[in-house]
Structure formats: C-alpha cells, structure tokens
C-alpha cells in the first residue's frame, strides 16, 4: 500500500530524476503528514473510546437515546434546535424551572406507584 501511495505521489509531484531523490522525498513527504496528522489521530482515538464506553454502558446509551429523540422532538416543535437569543437569561431560568417542575410531578407520580406497589407486596427492584 505505501508503495502505491509513493509511486502515486511520484507520478502527481512528475519527479522524473534517476537519482533516487524522489524516494526520501516521498519517505520525508510521508513521514511529514504522518507526524502532522498524530494529534487528529489521537483524537479521534478518544473519541472512539468514549463512544465503545457509552454504548458499553446502558445507562449511557439510553440518555444518549433520550437526547436524540428530545432533540428532534424540539426541532420538529420549534422548527430549530436550541438558540440562545430567542429568550433573556431570565427568561431561561423560568424555562428550566418550569421543566423541573414537570420532572418533579413526574417523579412524584413515579414515588406513588412505587409506594402502592411495595405496600401491597410486590417487589419493585
């Protein structure tokens, strides 16, 4: 593969000399945009590790789930995804407060089924 790549190198840059130059410049060439390109790499390494983790992780995978689908959900709401001047800070504020109170209502909700079922003897875990 690398030969390719250096005989297609070659023929691109047309150094057409018979003294061997072509070769190190092509290995320097090579060595070059591999050193220049580590970083990327590295990054991008992380990256694929972070996600073999969260995909590893049920609980990851579902939150990551939930925000994807609440993401589209709001796009398909508002026609945009979250912007951030459409509302005043204060205005913000109220908005996640309210949000809150809606998961408080939910988890109350969520407490009494619980509740009802441990009291009449079911298990819940």
């Known amino acids: 593969m690398l030969d390719q790549l250096k005989a297609w190198l070659k023929k691109k840059l047309e150094i057409k000399t018979s003294t061997g130059d072509e070769e190190q410049y092509t290995n320097d060439y090579f060595r070059e945009l591999i050193q220049s390109q580590t970083h990327l790499i590295v990054q991008l390494e992380a990256k694929v590790a972070a996600y073999e983790a969260q995909q590893s992780n049920g609980i990851l995978s579902d939150i990551q789930q939930l925000f994807v ?3 589209n959900k709001g796009i398909r709401k508002y026609g945009d995804s979250v912007r ?4 005043t800070p204060v205005e913000w504020c109220q908005h996640a407060l309210e949000e809150h109170a809606d998961s408080m209502v ?3 909700a969520l407490k009494k089924s619980l509740e009802e079922s441990e009291a009449s003897g079911l298990e819940t875990s």
């Not at 951030?84 to 509302?87: A, I, M, P, R, Y």
Request: hydrophobic share 50%; proline share 0%; charged share 10%.
């Open 106 to 108: 939910y988890l109350m």
């Open 84 to 87: 951030v001047d459409n509302l």
């Open 69 to 71: 689908i609440q993401t």
